[in-house]
């Protein structure tokens, strides 16, 4: 790890100052240059360059995009802001992005435990949508989810949830980035009876959240044993058209490979690749069934693969082969899938998890390190959602979608290595503030956007109705 002083920006001639700042003129050269906010830090990591750690650095803010990145002493020779921050004791790194979740699933936290998945869906969970999803369920489970991963240390997160523009509602509420899919499952539920249905209200919404600097979509067909292939088919064209992601659930179980062959004789993913699914717009979603034979396949079709260790781990899904699929060039992902089967949206637990599962997994300690598993959840991300050149790393000219976590706790000291401790030790509680495109959503552990009491509240009547305690 390089430390100090290694990015643009650490000398302040001209030269250098057109390189640093964003803006054309020459105004960095001047002292006492007019910016929004200021954050000096006893660490910044920036994901990009790799292998990069400042020490006593500061990011300057300005507009809701990085200004500059470079020495604390010079950023005060340069800069005013109407808000300065000493983190003398934090590391600032980019704002986490959880790639696969349900975020209004919240509300079934703890609902259906200790199953696996197929009598957990088909048993508890479907039953239980059936009967209670809406716009006020959508809406008040989302802004729970919201809240919980903004004091997490998420920025933005890939959602998939019936009634998508509910979502919407809450993180346009909450401040927070987030790309909402546009659902399909072959059978009729509360949002949609028929493909035609959900393909038109998904494309519709799509249409609304056009020019939204914070929201994105992504089509988000369940999983091959709930999509046809006539829908599938469809989807791949749309996607194509439009240029976005498709978010799935795929070989998230033996049972869900072995099902395949008896009905189509063909795995899954071979039935994907036929209806020309892999591509670079597929995230497949958990993979724990993967022959080494398919990832040559994967990396050739630069398919994204989002890992949710816990979500795995719980439902005793399996396990996905992340340092094989790494080592073959994939880019790979972190998600926490939703509460009702992890049961959190920590990132960080889940950071913590998939570095030492890989480990497990592949017998072999140096498997997916601390830097590479940061990576995962910031930049990777970024890249698989589209956004790598708007997040994911803190670089000159990105939105300013950041975190801010206090090392100082007895829990991470001492500290010979940030990023470690990061992975290793730290906890989601230890993050203080988050920024997203510069504006302050948790300001040293309080939302600035949610009111907590109001999200609690609603979340208790939610328990009520769903199971009424005696
Ligand atoms: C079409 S909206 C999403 C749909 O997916 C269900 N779900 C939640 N977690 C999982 C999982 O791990 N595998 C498969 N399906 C899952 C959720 O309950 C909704 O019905
Ligand atoms: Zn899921």
């Not at 369940?222 to 791949?236: F, G, K, M, N």
């Not at 996905?320 to 920590?346: E, F, R, W, Y």
């Not at 030492?356 to 592949?362: C, M, R, T």
């Not at 949610?450 to 609690?456: K, Q, R, S, T, Y």
């Amino acid at each position: 790890m390089r430390r100090a002083g290694t990015l643009p920006g650490s000398a302040c001639s001209l030269a250098e100052a057109q390189k640093t700042c964003s803006r054309e003129s020459n105004a960095c050269i001047f002292p006492g240059m007019k910016i929004d906010t200021l954050l000096y830090a006893r660490w910044i990591l920036p994901i990009e360059p790799q292998g990069v750690l400042l020490e006593n650095h500061a990011i300057a803010i300005d507009n809701g995009r990085i200004e500059a990145i470079l020495p604390a002493e010079e950023a005060a020779q340069r800069y005013s802001a109407d808000t300065i921050r000493h983190l003398d004791q934090h590391i600032l790194l980019p704002g986490l992005i959880n790639l696969h979740g349900h975020a209004a699933m919240t509300l079934m936290r703890g609902l259906a435990d200790d199953l696996p998945l197929m009598e957990w869906l088909q048993q508890h969970i479907w039953p239980a949508e059936q009967q209670w999803i809406g716009k006020e369920f959508v809406h008040d489970g989302s802004l729970l989810a919201c809240a919980e991963m903004l004091r997490g240390g998420t920025t933005c997160f890939n959602d998939m949830y019936f009634f998508p523009e509910e979502t919407v509602r809450a993180v346009e509420q909450a401040g927070m980035r987030a790309c909402v899919g546009l659902i399909m499952i072959d059978f009729p539920t509360p949002w949609a009876q028929n493909p035609d249905e959900y393909l038109s209200k998904g494309i519709a919404l799509h249409d609304q959240l056009r020019g939204n600097s914070l929201i994105t979509t992504a089509f988000a067909p369940h999983a091959p044993y709930t999509v046809s292939d006539e829908t599938l088919q469809r989807i791949r064209t749309y996607a194509e058209e439009l240029d976005i992601p498709i978010h799935m659930h795929v070989h998230e179980t033996a049972h869900e490979v072995a099902e395949s062959q008896d009905r189509d004789g063909k795995r899954p993913l071979q039935r994907l690749d036929e209806l020309g699914l892999l591509n670079p717009h597929l995230l497949a979603v958990h993979m724990t069934q993967v022959n080494p034979d398919e990832i040559p396949r994967l990396a050739e079709a630069g398919v994204h693969v989002v890992h949710c260790p816990e979500s795995n781990l719980k439902l005793a899904s399996g396990f996905c082969p992340v340092h094989q699929l790494q080592q073959a060039g994939i880019n790979l992902c972190l998600g926490t899938d939703g509460a009702a089967s992890n049961n959190d949206l920590d990132m960080f637990s889940e950071m913590h998890s998939a570095a030492l599962l890989a480990k497990a997994v592949a017998g072999d300690a140096s498997a997916l390190p601390a830097e590479a598993v940061l990576r995962m959840a910031t930049l990777n991300g970024a890249r698989a959602l589209g956004l790598e050149q708007e997040i994911g790393s803190l670089e000159v000219g990105k939105s300013a979608d950041l975190i801010a976590v206090d090392l100082g706790a007895l829990e991470t000291q001492p500290i010979y290595h940030p990023v470690s401790q990061l992975v290793y030790a730290a906890g989601r509680e230890q993050v203080t503030d988050v920024w997203v495109a510069g504006r302050q959503l948790l300001n040293q552990r309080e939302l600035t956007t949610l009111d907590p009491n109001a999200v609690l509240e609603r979340a208790a009547e939610w328990q009520q109705r769903l199971a009424p305690l005696d």
